[in-house]
Every structure is written in structure tokens, then in C-alpha cells.
């Protein structure tokens, strides 16, 4: 399956938790296993790791590992 036209691939921000937080809720509904959910989003700010806010800086560099 490729990219939808259009799509950009980037990391995620934390001004993207509740996209993120319903995406996995879809896909838990999706597979009948909607009440097995426990993330929300104080604790997916709280695990996730996230690229410096896009509000915070105009550009991101990503670094050699």
C-alpha cells in the first residue's frame, strides 16, 4: 500500500496527541477491542517522545544517529 497523494510523513508533536490518541481508539474499535484502550492523552504526553513543537521552532534538524 502506498502514500496517499498528498501525505507527509513527519514526527509527531505534542500538539498531535488527540490525532494520535484517535487513531489508536479507531483502530481498537476497528478490531472489536475498543474497551482494552487505557491510553489517553496526559499518557501519551507522558511515554511519548516527541520532535520539537512545531510552534516552538521554525525548523526541525534531524540529527545523525
Given at each position: ?9 513527519r514526527?509527531a508533536v ?5 490525532i ?5 481508539n ?15 492523552e496526559a ?15 521554525p ?7
Amino acid at each position: 500500500m502506498g502514500l496517499a497523494e498528498g501525505a507527509i510523513i513527519r514526527h509527531a508533536v505534542r500538539e498531535d496527541v488527540s490525532i494520535i490518541l484517535r487513531l489508536i481508539n479507531e483502530l481498537a474499535d476497528y478490531e472489536k477491542a475498543l474497551s482494552s484502550v487505557k491510553a489517553t492523552e496526559a499518557t501519551l504526553l507522558e511515554t511519548l517522545t516527541f520532535a520539537p513543537s512545531v510552534t516552538n521552532a521554525p525548523h526541525t534538524d534531524i540529527l545523525p544517529t
